[in-house]
């Protein structure tokens, strides 16, 4: 058994873990939308006009701040008239980037937007650059936002809404180096720099405007963006960051892999650390106050799809091994909440690292949405500073822990992981300033190929994980392979 000493220091605080850190990523791909979120008015599954009641109080759970829609690739061949009006005149189309499947427009603006009010969370509008126009993007924004007298408005309220919405976050283009359009990021930026412009802020909503970013360590891209743009135009980039374990074209099986392969996923998945901080170093030479945000709004394990599945459909399971990336990648997160405002994980449902998995009336909380869960006391709270003498595995020389702590209502907050398959870790917390008398502690863990299924739902659930407190110091000890949520209170 490893012993560490984690050091807390709750008077050095380093930002707000904004709650959009933990936001999520819906896309017109596969089950994600159509048989996962959405299943029609008429299904005998339980539905609030047409959205599952049971995904709306999965996310309420976890506390769901943002959600992204509609894609994605998707979202720069979407067009949103023909997602609005009565279901049965609206336009089908063809997903060209996601199995060549029809797509009925069933679920459309009013529909996302009802979501959202359900759940409780900001919606984040992904808008078409790549395929659309600028006054298409243009009367979206109207549609959705104007109170006034307009075309759009109008229209609005003859398909039923009579009041506008609130929308916060408006992307304009989505991976436009790639899908969005196979763009040079100069081009891009003359491009967000014009399509911007006619996205006005409506009866007192004020967009949140995001650009596209990069790719990754596509560093490049991040210095021509901050070249070209000012805060007047953008209040956030994004970033794209997927864990593959091995390349593209033999991503590996999401539930039979080795224990070469567990490590090896780990450390495709640490180099975010590095790639965030570089892209920092330069939003910091053009923005040093800060004013534009970075958003990592794909993020996850991407693996090869469930044998007998659509591989257009990127449908997979979700093990334990799933379950610590996603503690590495939030402790990341969180310790860069300075420039790090939110993040969205692909994605929400029935598709790649989600967090929930249907099968017809069946649903399914994964090993990821109870990491979500763990964490959530972080969202809004003050990252804070914390330091452990972190072991280095002899595996792929990777830490043994990950993690975070903050502070909310006067308690500490720490999610830690131990990424170790073979050693438990022995932790001690010692509090700067106090002495900790009482310690709560919930743990999730089990063999790495763990995972839940319809058959049998709670295999990877959480549960207590028992803790002491001496002298003001407290203790647990994490089982390998394993994400925990320790508490600590005076």
């Excluded at 980039?237 to 997927?242: F, N, P, T």
Aim: with cysteine; proline share 5%.
């Amino acid at each position: 058994m490893k012993k560490f000493q984690m050091l807390i220091n709750p008077r050095d605080k380093r930002g707000i873990i904004r709650p959009e850190i933990y936001g999520h990523f819906s896309e017109h791909l596969g089950r994600c939308i159509y048989g996962g979120i959405y299943v029609g008015e008429d299904s005998k599954i339980p539905n609030v006009r047409g959205i599952r009641t049971d995904i709306v109080e999965a996310f309420k759970k976890i506390k769901v701040p943002v959600l992204r829609w509609p894609g994605g690739c998707f979202a720069d061949e979407y067009h949103w008239k023909d997602g609005i009006g009565p279901k049965e005149n609206r336009k089908h189309m063809v997903n060209t980037n996601w199995g060549g499947v029809t797509e009925d427009n069933s679920f459309g603006t009013h529909e996302f937007l009802d979501l959202c009010e359900q759940v409780g969370c900001e919606p984040y509008i992904a808008g078409n650059l790549g395929s659309g126009t600028v006054e298409e993007l243009s009367q979206w924004v109207e549609y959705m936002t104007f109170d006034g007298v307009s075309p759009m408005a109008d229209l609005r309220r003859r398909n039923g809404r009579e009041k506008p919405w609130k929308v916060k976050y408006l992307g304009i283009g989505n991976e436009n180096w790639g899908c969005g359009g196979n763009m040079c990021p100069q081009f891009y930026a003359n491009e967000y720099k014009r399509y911007q412009s006619f996205c006005h802020d409506f009866s007192g909503n004020q967009l949140f405007k995001i650009a596209c970013g990069p790719s990754g360590g596509d560093y490049n891209w991040m210095e021509t963006l901050m070249n070209a743009l000012k805060p007047q135009h953008v209040q956030g980039i994004s970033l794209h960051y997927y864990t593959v374990p091995h390349d593209w074209d033999h991503k590996g099986s999401a539930i039979h892999f080795t224990e070469d392969d567990y490590y090896e996923t780990l450390a495709k998945t640490l180099p975010i650390d590095e790639v965030i901080t570089r892209h920092c170093e330069i939003m910091n030479r053009y923005d040093p106050e800060k004013q534009i945000a970075l958003l990592v709004d794909e993020w996850g394990c991407w693996y090869d799809v469930e044998e007998g599945t659509n591989p257009g459909f990127l449908y997979q399971q979700n093990t334990m091994r799933d379950a610590v990336v996603a503690a590495m990648y939030l402790n990341i997160f969180n310790k860069h909440c300075d420039r790090v405002r939110m993040a969205n994980i692909a994605q929400v449902v029935n598709v790649l690292q989600a967090v929930i998995l249907t099968e017809g009336e069946k649903l399914v909380k994964t090993p990821t949405y109870h990491v979500f869960d763990l964490f959530k006391e972080h969202q809004g709270a003050e990252l804070v500073y914390s330091h452990l003498e972190n072991v280095t595995m002899p595996e792929k020389n990777l830490p043994m822990l990950t993690y975070s702590s903050s502070l909310q209502d006067d308690q500490v907050i720490c999610t830690i992981s131990n990424c170790s398959l073979k050693e438990e870790a022995e932790i001690f917390f010692e509090v700067t300033g106090r002495k900790a008398a009482h310690c709560k502690a919930e743990i999730l863990s089990g063999e790495v190929h763990d995972h839940n299924d319809f058959d049998h739902p709670d295999v990877i659930t959480i549960r207590d994980l028992p803790a002491s407190v001496e002298n003001g110091k407290a203790k647990i000890i994490l089982p390998p392979c394993s994400v925990a949520r320790v508490i600590l209170s005076e």
